[in-house]
């Protein structure tokens, strides 16, 4: 029942389901230590949580790379640099990690520069979604990408967009709309596009490129970058905890403070982000899903994403006693069922494609 091949849809559904869990997860974590105090729940500090949320996260992914060895990327073509011999692949996969650096904490920033958490939000999701539509474009252009992208995509793209946007019609948050005022938060999100592009493009440059015989290794991509990302992030992090000093209530000063002066809950921080190490596992391999265009993979991916959010409210509903999933979610839901419905004739095509040119059994 479980044991489906590389590139079928049971193994897309899989890996659906999967991302889906994990980031139910992810999303009532959040929300359990960072909500109302009134609600009996720990309430840490947004920074703090999510400060160790990311160390928890980022370790996991690091110990399952390192201990099942996925580093070691198959490749025809290799390189020499100071006596060390490694695949070509490496010279942009790396930057891919580095961009990933950028993403997590740059994705931090923007929900807690915003007075708007779904603002913020909508404009991350959606901009995913038109960056990999404007990707497939430009390697169709370049010869790198051969298929074509279906109309039932395109409106997929649509309906996805509308999914995510119905949110800025219907904010009911005071400030929902700040975002063109805070020059931070400007600035925050420019990097946070221009390392998702990057990241993006590189993801389906490699997927696209596998020679004859050369398999994609999806495993080895990811654990090069995220020990790349690793890093970059380590390093970083100790630069700003070091040789910066916050003051007064900055983002600076708050970040400092978590290590300095952390709640009682921090191992428990740390657990919860297990579940996120997992979500970036299955968000990269639908990124990178074989035979699929980055359009229906970046839909793909955000819906799940957008699902799972609102079973999260459901389940911080029933449980602890957070508010309803407000009108936008469930018109938001609408949208998302519209574009699976699309998906889901653009993967019975592409099936039919990939089995006859034998890319699939």
Not at 62 to 76: E, F
Not at 150 to 174: K, M, P
Not at 205 to 215: A, D, F, M
Not at 238 to 261: D, H, I, P, T, V
Request: with cysteine.
């Amino acid at each position: 029942m479980w044991k489906t091949a590389e590139g079928s849809t049971g193994r897309l559904l899989q890996l659906c389901l999967a991302y889906f869990f994990f980031y139910t997860i992810t999303g009532v974590s959040l929300k359990y230590f960072t909500g109302p105090a009134k609600l009996g729940l720990p309430h840490v500090g947004q920074m703090e949580y999510l400060v160790y949320n990311t160390i928890g996260g980022t370790l996991l992914c690091l110990v399952i790379v390192l201990a099942l060895r996925w580093y070691h990327l198959k490749s025809q073509n290799h390189i020499q640099c100071a006596g060390i011999k490694f695949p070509v692949e490496y010279l942009y996969i790396i930057p891919s990690g580095v961009c990933t650096a950028v993403i997590i904490p740059t994705t931090t920033l923007m929900y807690l520069l915003l007075r708007s958490v779904m603002v913020a939000m909508v404009v991350m999701r959606g901009s995913i979604i038109v960056m990999s539509r404007i990707i497939d474009a430009i390697q169709i252009r370049q010869g790198i990408l051969k298929k074509k992208v279906y109309w039932a995509e395109e409106f997929g793209v649509v309906f996805a967009i509308l999914a995510v946007s119905v949110q800025l019609f219907l904010v009911e948050e005071t400030g929902g709309f700040d975002l063109l005022h805070s020059p931070a938060a400007l600035f925050t999100l420019g990097s946070y596009l221009v390392a998702y592009f990057i990241r993006l493009y590189i993801m389906n440059y490699y997927k696209n490129t596998r020679g004859q015989g050369v398999p994609q290794d999806n495993k080895a991509f990811f654990a090069v970058e995220q020990i790349a990302a690793f890093v970059t992030m380590l390093l970083c992090g100790l630069f700003l905890l070091c040789f910066l000093r916050g003051a007064g209530n900055s983002l600076m000063y708050q970040y400092q403070q978590s290590f300095s002066q952390p709640s009682n809950y921090w191992p428990w921080e740390i657990a919860s982000g297990f579940a996120y190490g997992m979500v970036a596992f299955f968000s990269v391999f639908l990124f990178m899903f074989k035979g699929r265009t980055a359009t229906f993979a970046g839909i793909v991916n955000r819906l799940t994403s957008l699902v799972a959010g609102t079973s999260a409210t459901l389940f911080l509903y029933f449980v602890f006693g957070f508010e309803f999933p407000k009108k936008a979610d469930w018109i938001s839901l609408v949208f998302i069922l519209a574009a699976v419905g699309f998906l889901t004739q653009a993967e019975k095509k592409r099936t039919r494609e990939l089995k006859a040119a034998k890319e699939l059994a």
